[in-house]
């Protein structure tokens, strides 16, 4: 089993910049498929982002590709999102995920993620 705390959230301008961490506690970290969410007030929670086991493979939403990076440290235990230009609809709470199932295009699926963090918000402002 494996608990996530995220941090790294705040206030922004439009076009600036922040990095998410996600910090894993609990075994096994590196045996774990990983991914970024969010979830605006109203909305359905969205896949951002998610990276295999030992990061050679990640896979990104239409909405971040291109401004987003994914990465991960499996000696430190810690998934990281850097985020860029930013815009205000990337204002949302952000959440980790972490999967013992979810490999390639599953990565952006909700259903394949056992383990949540509890999120920390990112606002944007224009």
């Known amino acids: 089993q494996v608990q996530l705390v995220e941090s790294g959230g705040g206030l922004v301008q439009a076009g600036g910049s922040l990095r998410l961490s996600c910090a894993a506690s609990?075994?096994?970290?590196?045996?774990?498929?990983m991914g970024w969410f969010r979830q605006a007030p109203g909305k359905e929670r969205e896949y951002v982002a998610g990276?295999?086991?030992?990061?050679?493979?990640?896979y990104y939403g239409d909405s971040v590709k291109g401004r987003f990076t994914i990465s991960r440290d499996n000696a430190k235990n810690t998934l990281r999102l850097q985020m860029n230009s930013l815009k205000p609809e990337d204002t949302a709470v952000y959440y980790c995920?972490?999967?013992?199932?979810?490999?390639?295009?599953?990565?952006?699926?909700?259903?394949?993620?056992?383990?949540w963090g509890q999120g920390t918000l990112v606002t944007v402002s224009s």
């Open positions: 990276i295999n086991w030992n990061g050679d493979y990640t």
């Open positions: 609990g075994r096994g970290f590196s045996s774990y498929a």
């Open positions: 995920a972490a999967s013992v199932t979810a490999w390639g295009t599953r990565l952006a699926l909700l259903g394949e993620y056992g383990y």
